[in-house]
């Protein structure tokens, strides 16, 4: 079953050579208790670690059921002492922060056997050697004869073919001495038992052979056997330890260490404290930032016109005459830099869908005005009469287009419909003074200032009689109903073939192509930054403009103004470049004359900017459509400026996290140091090298995830100190905020350099000598 060929192992240390094993030769039968005698330093040891797979030899052979060793790979090796051999330590080699029973398992787990079948294994073995009722218990609790039936049924439990004791009762009395040989004599009835000792009376009361060394050679075999066994069908079973199973072994450790992990987890945690008090007060001041930007947004919107300024031009025209003099008395007729800068978009149905495919993660509200009339009438005190939404007074919005007595239904303001037909905008930047918002393209609000005053002439020309500072009921205000009125119906055409407005009111009013426009609500804005967004007084939906160009492009009057070369309002001729002005007026504008795009932030307004001028590429300069961005000045100066600043910050913390990396480091290898004998016992069993490593890997995964939650922890507590005195001092409430991503982040960063910072001492300790770690104290 066993055979030793020729096995030699010598030591060199400097000029001396000392023979362990000096051709040794020896065959061992299938089930004996062989008994190994001599001297200290005789060999015996290095001959059992040999066989045990702890050791190498230098030359010859170590066949096992028939198959030489000489090209066992460590992995071989360690599947063997797995498989194979169990291992009686004289000082037991218990793992002293694991339960016996997790004790006896660990040579299972490492085999890969399922949990209940090593859990029933393991009671089995602990019953055998009479611990039954210790099999929960902690080392520390029991005597130095439990602990070495505890190393037995460790060795028992996953049935070995050979059991090697190294003196298994050197550290015991009397008593306890022959009941473990009684127990080691019972298991070779079942085994080859192989044991080192320096006691001949028990050799000779319990050995069925006893073989005595001397200078690393055999002086005497009671029973040699010969063996001629081959085995070509002998084959090992690799071993692994899961990671979860370094995770428990780690952690029952740590637990024994509690004060020194806390303090290690919050040293390492300084540098996640740090950081994430910057990433909190950079989201907080972001947040603000974008809430301040989302309002100057509001305020000046990517704008496109029918008539724009080319802002490239205006700055090569400012350039070119920037500290340029030029000479002699002759003078030049040329534009100015505003009228060379004026740039006419021809804006058509294409570039109106080319808007609308913005994407929505870019612009959410975009707005669409036609400059058209709004023919509108309310009935005052039982009677229809004019009125308009200006916000100048009346007969100042009369006369308008050549004509005195037309009362043009203008002014007032436009807010925008989200593209999901929506009122986000309002939402965003109003809040609801009276009444509600609206919900329908028919639904007018009142604007207020953050003072709760409205526009005078507003009112005014709404049919209302008002005074200047007269306070109002909100009541007097919502629900008052504002009939807008169709060109066919609000316009006559003369035997002259122009067009005046009717003056049957009432009937105009009521009739079935007439619209009813409510006032639903008054709104207020919401902050100081977002006050102006909308002019104070009457406000409608830019929906509701396209509505009226629908319904009246096609009128009689628009009509007839559109094969004219004369104003049908006043019979005058049409002046140079007004045509448009007046068909648009007149509602026989097919595109908007004006587009507003509101981006959600800076960012996105990039997008926004960046996707228009596609548009442009590969054109000529006359079909170009420009753009007009207030923003972007803005935009310049503050983009990228919270970001810097928080990279700067995030350094400076960042040195903490490298000193923490070290410091995991120093600490690892003193685990190692102080775990050595533990390595030791985990090779004994057949824990590979990289289930070493992952031992404390999984301790420093522990450590780091520790860390990583405790520093989020209390960067997390350290905001809320800190948004109060950041409010007595800015003014800001509520500015450091951590996000819950950020946190994540962090606890996997300090997960990731714990781990690299303990990798390096734990492939160290995976390197250590199996025979020379069970000897450490």
């Given at each position: 079953?066993?055979?030793?060929?020729?096995?030699?192992?010598?030591?060199?240390?400097?000029?001396?050579?000392?023979?362990?094993?000096?051709?040794?030769?020896?065959?061992?039968?299938?089930?004996?208790?062989?008994?190994?005698?001599?001297?200290?330093?005789?060999?015996?040891?290095?001959?059992?670690?040999?066989?045990?797979?702890l050791?190498?030899?230098?030359?010859?052979?170590?066949?096992?059921?028939?198959q030489?060793?000489?090209?066992?790979?460590?992995?071989?090796?360690?599947?063997?002492?797995?498989?194979s051999?169990?291992?009686?330590?004289?000082?037991?080699?218990?793992?002293?922060?694991?339960?016996?029973?997790?004790?006896?398992t660990?040579?299972?787990?490492l085999?890969g056997?399922?949990?209940?079948?090593?859990?029933?294994?393991?009671?089995?073995?602990?019953?055998?050697?009479?611990l039954?009722?210790?099999?929960?218990?902690?080392?520390?609790?029991?005597?130095?004869?439990?602990?070495?039936?505890?190393?037995?049924?460790?060795?028992?439990?996953?049935?070995?073919?050979?059991?090697l004791?190294?003196?298994?009762t050197?550290?015991?009395?009397?008593?306890?001495?022959?009941?473990?040989?009684?127990?080691?004599?019972?298991?070779?009835?079942?085994?080859?038992?192989?044991?080192?000792?320096?006691?001949?009376?028990?050799?000779?009361?319990?050995?069925?052979?006893?073989?005595?060394?001397?200078?690393?050679?055999v002086?005497?075999?009671?029973?040699?056997y010969?063996?001629?066994?081959?085995?070509?069908?002998?084959?090992?079973?690799?071993?692994?330890?899961?990671?979860?199973?370094?995770?428990k072994?780690?952690?029952?450790?740590?637990?024994?260490?509690?004060?020194?992990?806390?303090?290690?987890?919050?040293?390492?945690?300084?540098?996640?404290?740090?950081?994430?008090?910057?990433?909190?007060?950079?989201?907080?001041?972001q947040?603000?930032?974008?809430?301040?930007?989302?309002?100057?947004?509001?305020?000046?919107p990517?704008?496109?016109s029918?008539?724009?300024?080319?802002?490239?031009?205006?700055m090569?025209?400012?350039?070119?005459?920037?500290?340029?003099?030029?000479?002699?008395?002759?003078?030049?007729?040329?534009?100015?830099?505003?009228?060379?800068?004026?740039?006419?978009?021809k804006?058509?149905?294409?570039?109106?869908?080319?808007?609308?495919?913005?994407?929505?993660?870019?612009?959410?509200?975009?707005?669409?005005?036609?400059?058209?009339?709004?023919?509108?009438?309310?009935?005052?005190?039982?009677?229809?009469?004019?009125?308009?939404?200006?916000?100048?007074?009346?007969?100042?919005?009369?006369?308008?287009?050549?004509?005195?007595?037309?009362?043009?239904?203008?002014?007032?303001?436009?807010?925008?419909t989200?593209?999901?037909?929506?009122?986000?905008?309002?939402?965003?930047?109003?809040?609801?003074?009276?009444?509600?918002?609206?919900?329908k393209?028919?639904?007018l609000?009142?604007?207020?200032?953050?003072?709760?005053?409205?526009?005078?002439?507003?009112?005014?020309?709404?049919?209302?009689?008002?005074?200047?500072?007269?306070?109002?009921?909100?009541?007097?205000?919502?629900g008052?109903k504002?009939?807008?009125?169709?060109?066919?119906?609000?316009?006559?055409?003369?035997?002259?073939?122009?067009?005046?407005?009717?003056?049957?009111?009432?009937?105009?009013?009521?009739?079935?192509?007439?619209?009813?426009?409510?006032?639903?609500?008054?709104?207020?804005?919401?902050?100081?930054?977002?006050?102006?967004?909308?002019?104070?007084?009457?406000a409608?939906n830019?929906?509701l403009?396209?509505?009226?160009?629908?319904?009246?492009?096609?009128?009689?009057?628009?009509?007839?103004?559109?094969a004219?070369?004369?104003?049908?309002?006043?019979?005058?001729?049409?002046?140079?470049?007004?045509?448009?002005?007046?068909?648009?007026?007149?509602?026989?504008?097919?595109?908007?004359?004006t587009?507003?795009?509101?981006?959600?932030?800076?960012?996105?307004?990039?997008?926004?900017?960046?996707?228009l001028?596609?548009?442009?590429?590969?054109?000529?300069?006359?079909?170009?459509?420009?753009?007009?961005?207030?923003?972007?000045?803005i935009?310049?100066?503050?983009?990228?400026?919270?970001?810097?600043?928080?990279?700067?910050?995030?350094?400076?913390?960042?040195?903490?996290?490298?000193?923490?990396?070290?410091?995991?480091?120093i600490?690892?290898?003193?685990?190692?140091?102080?775990?050595?004998?533990?390595?030791?016992?985990?090779?004994?069993?057949?824990?590979?090298?990289?289930?070493?490593?992952?031992?404390?890997?999984?301790?420093?995964?522990?450590?780091?995830?520790?860390?990583?939650?405790?520093?989020?922890?209390?960067?997390?507590?350290?905001?809320?100190?800190?948004?109060?005195?950041?409010?007595?001092?800015?003014?800001?409430?509520?500015?450091?905020?951590?996000?819950?991503?950020?946190?994540?982040?962090?606890?996997?960063?300090?997960?990731?350099?714990?781990?690299?910072?303990?990798?390096?001492?734990?492939?160290?300790?995976s390197?250590?000598?199996a025979?020379?770690?069970?000897?450490?104290e």
């Amino acid at each position: 079953m066993l055979d030793l060929k020729n096995i030699k192992k010598y030591y060199t240390v400097g000029d001396t050579t000392t023979k362990a094993l000096d051709d040794v030769s020896i065959s061992f039968r299938e089930k004996e208790f062989v008994s190994i005698l001599g001297a200290s330093g005789s060999g015996k040891t290095t001959m059992l670690n040999m066989i045990g797979g702890l050791d190498r030899y230098d030359s010859g052979d170590l066949v096992i059921n028939g198959q030489s060793t000489k090209t066992f790979k460590d992995s071989d090796w360690d599947a063997y002492r797995n498989n194979s051999v169990g291992f009686i330590f004289q000082n037991y080699n218990i793992i002293t922060h694991l339960s016996i029973i997790d004790n006896v398992t660990m040579g299972m787990t490492l085999s890969g056997v399922g949990s209940e079948e090593k859990i029933t294994k393991a009671k089995e073995a602990l019953v055998r050697v009479g611990l039954e009722k210790h099999m929960n218990k902690k080392p520390a609790q029991l005597s130095g004869g439990q602990l070495q039936r505890v190393a037995i049924a460790r060795a028992l439990a996953n049935d070995p073919e050979i059991l090697l004791a190294d003196e298994p009762t050197g550290a015991l009395d009397t008593e306890t001495s022959h009941e473990i040989m009684d127990l080691i004599k019972e298991l070779a009835k079942d085994r080859l038992v192989i044991m080192v000792t320096h006691n001949p009376e028990l050799a000779e009361e319990y050995s069925d052979r006893i073989i005595r060394f001397n200078d690393g050679v055999v002086l005497d075999d009671s029973d040699p056997y010969q063996s001629g066994e081959v085995n070509e069908d002998f084959e090992l079973k690799r071993t692994k330890m899961s990671f979860w199973t370094a995770l428990k072994l780690s952690f029952t450790n740590i637990k024994t260490k509690k004060g020194r992990t806390f303090l290690t987890m919050f040293a390492s945690s300084i540098g996640i404290i740090g950081i994430g008090i910057v990433l909190a007060l950079s989201n907080g001041f972001q947040k603000q930032i974008d809430s301040t930007q989302s309002e100057t947004l509001s305020q000046f919107p990517v704008t496109i016109s029918r008539v724009g300024l080319d802002s490239q031009a205006a700055m090569q025209s400012q350039a070119s005459g920037k500290n340029n003099f030029a000479k002699g008395q002759s003078v030049t007729a040329k534009k100015s830099a505003a009228e060379s800068a004026q740039h006419i978009n021809k804006l058509d149905q294409k570039y109106v869908d080319y808007v609308q495919d913005i994407k929505k993660s870019a612009a959410k509200d975009l707005a669409f005005s036609y400059t058209t009339g709004f023919n509108l009438v309310r009935q005052v005190d039982g009677k229809y009469q004019p009125v308009t939404f200006s916000n100048q007074d009346q007969s100042q919005a009369q006369g308008q287009m050549g004509d005195p007595s037309a009362v043009v239904g203008v002014g007032g303001a436009v807010y925008p419909t989200d593209r999901q037909g929506k009122m986000s905008f309002l939402h965003r930047n109003y809040q609801v003074l009276a009444g509600k918002y609206p919900q329908k393209k028919t639904d007018l609000i009142l604007i207020a200032d953050q003072h709760n005053n409205v526009n005078l002439n507003a009112l005014k020309n709404l049919g209302f009689d008002v005074k200047n500072d007269q306070n109002l009921k909100a009541s007097k205000l919502i629900g008052t109903k504002v009939k807008l009125v169709a060109n066919d119906d609000f316009y006559q055409k003369l035997p002259t073939g122009t067009f005046v407005p009717a003056r049957d009111y009432a009937q105009m009013a009521n009739s079935s192509r007439a619209k009813t426009l409510t006032v639903t609500g008054i709104l207020r804005t919401k902050s100081k930054n977002s006050d102006g967004l909308l002019a104070n007084g009457v406000a409608y939906n830019d929906r509701l403009t396209k509505e009226v160009v629908d319904q009246n492009k096609n009128s009689a009057i628009a009509t007839a103004q559109r094969a004219s070369q004369q104003n049908v309002l006043t019979g005058q001729p049409i002046k140079a470049g007004t045509q448009p002005d007046l068909m648009a007026y007149l509602g026989a504008a097919s595109v908007p004359s004006t587009i507003q795009i509101y981006p959600k932030s800076f960012k996105e307004k990039d997008q926004v900017t960046d996707y228009l001028d596609k548009y442009n590429h590969g054109k000529s300069a006359d079909d170009k459509i420009v753009y007009n961005d207030l923003a972007g000045n803005i935009s310049s100066l503050t983009g990228g400026l919270m970001d810097a600043i928080t990279y700067v910050l995030i350094g400076f913390a960042a040195i903490s996290l490298v000193t923490s990396m070290i410091m995991i480091a120093i600490i690892t290898y003193t685990s190692v140091l102080e775990r050595t004998k533990e390595i030791g016992v985990l090779k004994a069993l057949g824990a590979r090298k990289k289930d070493i490593t992952r031992v404390f890997d999984a301790e420093t995964t522990i450590l780091g995830v520790g860390s990583g939650i405790l520093g989020v922890l209390i960067a997390w507590l350290i905001t809320f100190p800190a948004n109060v005195v950041l409010e007595k001092v800015t003014d800001l409430s509520n500015v450091a905020q951590l996000n819950p991503w950020h946190a994540v982040l962090l606890i996997i960063i300090s997960t990731i350099l714990t781990v690299l910072g303990g990798h390096v001492p734990a492939r160290m300790g995976s390197k250590k000598d199996a025979a020379i770690a069970l000897r450490s104290e």
